[in-house]
């Protein structure tokens, strides 16, 4: 059994460092010709180009990869993208014709909330591209396109390799919209996919630095009452994604917050030894969102929390404010997200088992949600 998990005594802890491989895999054969290419694409040219609205609709984590999406498709093709829950999507009557592209992402692919949404959506002549990493599922069975993770079947119920691989999949459909659009040119579509390729080598790089001081902390930090997780922007996402972790398989009160929302309410939470996670933007990369997550670790560090910065790798202005800091190389905005969930997968799984928890089973959830 140890062999099966790779060494390790769970299978999450595997699948968290195969994440190199899967994306690479997710990436490998979509750009044909210098083109964008899905796995399934039974729409035509036209009625991708009359696409005016994109609605991306998921649950859990990959409800947090498809915020992501809402930043690429939206800086790549200059197209209005909104992302919802699915339970609350298919229950507000939402705007559908047939110039509006849902994407749903699911793991998968049997989701009953997310289904439920695509029935939705086509029955209003919406159309209905899939990110999904089962092959064959009712989702991508139902759907006009079809992009497929390929993250291999994933055993730990709290989704891993699974979520950065439908986070770059998302990329992907970005640029494969943005190309039918003619927002980016062959050449540019080129250059990003390239960019977009070099995600698993600073996935990799992450996990070779980052795994065993940040078990060390967990295991530090294991007998907290709660931690809050903050982030800007693409890091936003991450800070939701590093708290549903720690919930799922740690059992322990954690919550995500926008950090630009920390004045208006979070900022009363924090006391003496209350750890918090921050997710910085690169200091080069986003200068001005860099200096205002500056202030409010500051502001937090002031009250007497614990700071936990996952911060790019030689940014210096963060040191002085981090009791912890975590390292990840500097990448472009959209990988981002990829190179700092690693770090906060592997903090969730080393608390979860510090407290003696079975982290590829976590009590009361299931790995595929099949009912409403
Ligand atoms: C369950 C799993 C989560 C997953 C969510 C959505 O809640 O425990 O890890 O993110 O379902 O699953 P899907 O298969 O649709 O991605």
Same mark, same amino acid.
């Given at each position: 059994?140890?062999?099966?998990?790779?060494?390790?005594?769970?299978?999450?802890?595997?699948?968290i460092?195969?994440?190199?491989?899967s994306?690479?895999?997710?990436?490998?054969?979509h750009?044909?010709?210098g083109?964008?290419?899905l796995?399934?694409?039974?729409?035509?040219?036209?009625?991708?180009?009359?696409?005016?609205?994109?609605?991306?609709v998921?649950?859990?984590?990959?409800?947090h990869?498809?915020?992501?999406?809402k930043?690429?498709?939206?800086?790549?093709?200059r197209?209005p993208?909104?992302?919802?829950?699915?339970?609350?999507f %298919?229950y507000?009557?939402p705007?559908?014709?047939?110039?509006?592209?849902?994407?749903?992402?699911?793991?998968?692919?049997e989701?009953?909330?997310t289904?439920?949404a695509v029935?939705?959506?086509?029955?209003?002549k919406?159309? !209905?591209?899939?990110i999904?990493?089962t092959?064959?599922?009712q989702?991508?069975?139902?759907?006009?396109?079809?992009?497929?993770?390929?993250?291999?079947?994933?055993?730990?119920?709290?989704?891993?390799?699974?979520?950065?691989?439908q986070?770059?999949a998302?990329?992907?459909?970005?640029?494969?919209?943005?190309?039918?659009?003619g927002?980016?040119?062959?050449d540019? &579509?080129? %250059?990003?996919?390239?960019?977009?390729?070099?995600?698993?080598?600073?996935?990799a790089r &992450?996990?070779e630095?980052?795994?065993?001081?940040t078990r060390?902390?967990?295991?530090?930090?294991?007998?907290?009452k709660?931690?809050?997780?903050?982030?800007r922007h693409?890091?936003?996402?991450?800070a939701?994604?590093?708290a549903?972790?720690?919930?799922?398989?740690?059992y322990?009160?954690?919550?995500?917050?926008?950090?630009?929302?920390?004045?208006?309410g979070?900022?009363?939470?924090?006391e003496?030894?209350?750890?918090v996670?921050?997710?910085?933007?690169s200091?080069?990369?986003?200068?001005i969102l860099?200096?205002k997550?500056?202030?409010?670790?500051?502001e937090?560090?002031?009250?007497?929390?614990?700071t936990?910065?996952?911060?790019?790798?030689g940014?210096e202005?963060? %040191?002085?404010?981090?009791?912890?800091?975590?390292?990840?190389?500097?990448?472009?905005t959209?990988?981002?997200p990829? !190179?700092?969930?690693i770090?906060l997968?592997?903090?969730?799984a080393?608390?979860?088992?510090?407290?003696g928890y079975d982290?590829?089973?976590? %009590?009361?959830?299931?790995?595929?949600?099949?009912?409403?």
């Amino acid at each position: 059994a140890a062999a099966e998990k790779g060494g390790h005594d769970f299978f999450m802890l595997k699948e968290i460092e195969e994440q190199p491989a899967s994306l690479a895999d997710t990436l490998r054969g979509h750009l044909v010709d210098g083109r964008v290419v899905l796995d399934e694409q039974r729409l035509s040219d036209q009625e991708l180009r009359d696409i005016d609205k994109v609605f991306v609709v998921a649950c859990g984590t990959a409800y947090h990869a498809g915020l992501l999406a809402k930043y690429a498709i939206e800086h790549w093709c200059r197209i209005p993208v909104e992302v919802e829950v699915a339970s609350e999507f %298919r229950y507000r009557d939402p705007v559908l014709d047939r110039s509006t592209l849902v994407v749903a992402i699911s793991q998968s692919g049997e989701t009953a909330d997310t289904l439920e949404a695509v029935r939705h959506a086509r029955e209003q002549k919406a159309r !209905v591209l899939a990110i999904c990493n089962t092959n064959g599922a009712q989702i991508p069975r139902e759907s006009d396109a079809v992009l497929y993770t390929h993250a291999g079947p994933e055993v730990g119920v709290a989704a891993t390799k699974t979520f950065t691989a439908q986070v770059i999949a998302c990329y992907l459909v970005g640029l494969a919209l943005a190309q039918t659009f003619g927002t980016k040119y062959a050449d540019e &579509v080129a %250059r990003e996919y390239a960019e977009l390729e070099s995600s698993a080598d600073a996935v990799a790089r &992450v996990l070779e630095a980052v795994v065993e001081p940040t078990r060390a902390l967990a295991r530090d930090l294991a007998p907290s009452k709660a931690v809050l997780f903050l982030g800007r922007h693409v890091g936003f996402p991450v800070a939701l994604e590093g708290a549903l972790k720690l919930k799922e398989l740690a059992y322990m009160h954690a919550e995500g917050f926008a950090a630009g929302e920390l004045k208006h309410g979070p900022i009363a939470l924090i006391e003496q030894d209350l750890p918090v996670v921050v997710v910085m933007p690169s200091p080069k990369g986003r200068a001005i969102l860099h200096q205002k997550l500056l202030s409010n670790i500051r502001e937090i560090q002031a009250r007497g929390a614990r700071t936990i910065v996952v911060a790019e790798e030689g940014d210096e202005t963060v %040191r002085p404010f981090a009791e912890h800091l975590i390292e990840v190389p500097a990448v472009s905005t959209l990988l981002q997200p990829l !190179v700092a969930s690693i770090p906060l997968q592997v903090f969730a799984a080393e608390v979860a088992r510090a407290r003696g928890y079975d982290v590829d089973k976590p %009590r009361n959830l299931a790995k595929s949600v099949t009912v409403e």
